[in-house]
């Protein structure tokens, strides 16, 4: 079972896990004391002065809870780095002044940069098959801004499994077209869209979010196969939504036409 396989399969479990091992550690650790308190208060001879002046957490027990805290936020961290989509600087906002100006900048250029991408490789892909809806304020520009990075990352780890296999065999078809890469943040079915997890860090901020880019494209099985590696053997990894299909040819060596839905996830850092 690799790393898609385990997320799709438990993520509400490692979510849970997030959210849920630091509360029951400190409740334990209430728990523990309050129970060693009222044995304390029920033993012969104690005076008040002696129920005041007892300290409820030893030095060994907040010693205990500080390491226990620092394993939970390393295997933490150690989760975020393996399924969080970081993308680079470019598709953040952080010290690019007005985001009304900026997003449009990168949009332009990620439309470009493909369109001429798959000229080069020989890949049928229109400009109306690359659709992402103009964000409205800051929220939903750096939103879309992780999914023009991650449509751009799927992109081309696509043009280049076609061109790795057509170079190992050139009578191979590789990436015949992208018929689909969409992005539709507010569509009818905004949780398909953009699916926040409401597991809430000490801040309230969410923890996880999906950005969901559906897509749609015709290659050789092969192709198909490295590409599928890519998503998840390359930085930063993608994942897949369950729901991925794959449409033979009518023919024998026709390309396969794959649909589905690709999957962003960003995951805050614990503070």
Known sequence: MDLQDIWQEHRRFILGVLAGVVVFFAARAIIGSVIGTEQALRAPGLTLRSIQSAELFTTATRDRARALNDELRTRAEELR???????GDEFRLDGKGDPD???????RRVRTSLLRASQEYGVELADRDLQWQAPVGREEIADTLVALAAIEAAAQRLLEAGETVRARDPEALGV?????????RRG??????????????????????????????????????????????????????????VTPGDQVGDPVLVKGTILALTVRELQ
């Open 81 to 87: 780095h393996a399924v969080a989509f970081v993308p």
């Open 101 to 107: 100006t900026y997003f449009p900048e990168v949009a």
């Open 176 to 184: 015949q077209s992208i018929e689909a890469l969409k992005y539709d």
């Open 188 to 245: 009818g079915n905004a949780a398909a869209a953009s699916r926040r997890f409401r597991r809430r860090s000490n801040e309230g901020s969410d923890l996880v979010e999906e950005h969901r880019i559906a897509f749609s494209f015709r290659a050789d099985v092969m192709t198909l196969q490295l590409w599928l590696e890519s998503l998840r053997g390359s930085a930063p990894p993608l994942a897949l939504a369950p729901e991925l299909k």
